[in-house]
């Protein structure tokens, strides 16, 4: 059981989203999962201000994406948001699914993400502020 903080974020899908078979484009589901985490770090007041200010700000480094069911233009979905793990000192896998209105799975991605110098050009240690933002504690 994971006890770090799950984070929920309710959005609908739009034009935007839609390809040409009618459903959500696949790389629409990449757009949709950052909406949400940009929703964590609004929410721990790690906005784009402070990463600009301060140089240090979180990065992608692999992605593991799947799709489970068809979203479709105007469905109602929630996308719940969990750090799963800290993997090492200056990465942590941060899982993500989104849910349909009928509390269906429609897909699941697994982040490697990691905290970045602007400046240094490179990665750096994990702070204790950033995991708080991400609703973790560095002690389980």
């Not at 994971?2 to 899908?13: C, L």
């Not at 240690?125 to 973790?136: K, P, Q």
Request: proline share 1%.
């Amino acid at each position: 059981m994971n006890i770090h903080k799950q984070f929920h974020y309710k959005t609908k899908t739009l034009p935007i989203h839609i390809d040409s078979f009618g459903h959500v484009n696949n790389s629409s589901y990449l757009v949709l999962y950052e909406e949400a985490r940009w929703d964590i770090l609004n929410q721990g007041n790690w906005e784009v201000d402070k990463i600009q200010q301060e140089k240090i700000g979180p990065v992608l480094l692999n992605v593991n994406l799947s799709f489970k069911r068809e979203l479709k233009l105007g469905d109602d979905i929630i996308i719940k948001s969990q750090l799963k793990e800290i993997k090492n000192k200056k990465v942590v896998m941060f899982y993500q699914e989104i849910i349909t209105e009928h509390n269906e799975l429609a897909s699941t991605a697994l982040f490697e993400i990691g905290l970045f110098d602007l400046n240094k050009r490179k990665l750096i240690n994990i702070t204790d502020e950033w995991l708080s933002v991400l609703g973790a504690r560095r002690d389980v």
